[in-house]
């Protein structure tokens, strides 16, 4: 049988492998981790509000039932496309027939990636993790802290990038501080936390019309998000954040940065040996195959796609519709009938703010508000995997509505700040 390989079982992986269920095919499907995550609620994870479990289903369970799929957990290095085979990081290597790869992406600073260890990224859950330990310990630390300009340090909490990460990452940092740990501090007043939002371009959520950009700048000031934008990030240490705006150069003492600016697609582009556009985005035809090997499939994040003139953009929905795509059109090639174009089927964008407040656009329609946060919860509530996942969020959320309590605080006790990260801490 026809060997497919699959690299990356996110939203496209995924979806790919599904297509193929029926096919008569052998698939390999190879992920650096055992799980299958829901990326669009991470930000819950990083903030407490959900655990891991609830957006996250292990890979061999979802695709236990599809005979024609072996999982590997393991990390590709390099892909050879005219050998048509992958290498793995024990220096194993995996012939294929089809190979789609879905790779994802990853953090860009820019060039500065010494800031990474100082301004964490999400896109993982150790990456939820480490920015929910780091929120969390701040809030510990500016209880144990008696200098007044420290404690404030550690209570000014900054995220960089204005995108839909950003913008929920800040709202609900707001409500951690403004509700969650209200009364459970004596030395500190959590509500007297800030939470800055710094933007380089002019507005926020720069994906979305300039009147629903506005409206969701509205609301994040409602809720308490010193919003900054015009403002370009210039240097960051362990106890400020430097940036440039029309006034000049701009100092901001803040010890937890959370970084949500740039996105690359993932490394492994480049081995395909084509040209790659400025993000490391792979170009790839309508048929979704790279020039010159129309059996290497590149999908999600990390191609550089088109429909209908324009590019399609990063999210989820398009990255399930291109693995299916892809997969359809290996069956087509293996029946010799004739390949599917890859068509974007924009169902519409949503962008949560916080408690009570979100931005939504579907077709002609844009609303914001109550209504458009309700829609939201509906809309992620019924794409998670799994029938267990769903209820489980949905009783956390309805427990953290009612009490704003959030159910994921747990610190392990050797979890501490490292030395290179905290140089004033106290004790």
Known sequence: MPHVVIIGCGFGGLAAARELADADVRITMIDRTNHHLFQPLLYQVATAGLSAPAISAPIRDILSDQRNVTTLMADVTAIDVDARAVSLEDGSRIDYDHLIVAAGSTHSYFGRDDWARLAPGLKTLADAFEIRRRVLMAFEYAERESDDRRRQEWLTFTVIGGGATGVEMAGTLVEIARHTLRGEFRRIDPQSARVVLIEGSDRILGAYPADLSEKAREQLQALG??????????????????????????SLASRTVVWSAGVAASPLGKSLGVETDRAGRVP????????????????GDLAAAQSDGKPV???????????RIAGRNIKNRIANRALESFVYRDYGSLAT????????MVGKFKFSGFSAWLFWLFVHVYFLIGFRNRIIVMSDWAWAYFTFKRSARVIPATMHLPASHDPDRPG
């Open 225 to 250: 998000v010193d919003v900054r934008t015009g403002s370009r990030v210039v240097h960051i240490d362990e106890q400020c954040v430097r940036y440039t705006n029309f006034d000049g150069e701009q």
């Open 284 to 299: 790839v035809s309508p048929e979704l195959n790279i020039a010159g090997h129309d059996n290497v499939y590149v999908i």
């Open 313 to 323: 953009p990063g999210v989820s929905p398009a990255a399930k519709q291109m693995g």
């Open 353 to 360: 703010i916080g408690r009570r407040a979100a931005i939504a």
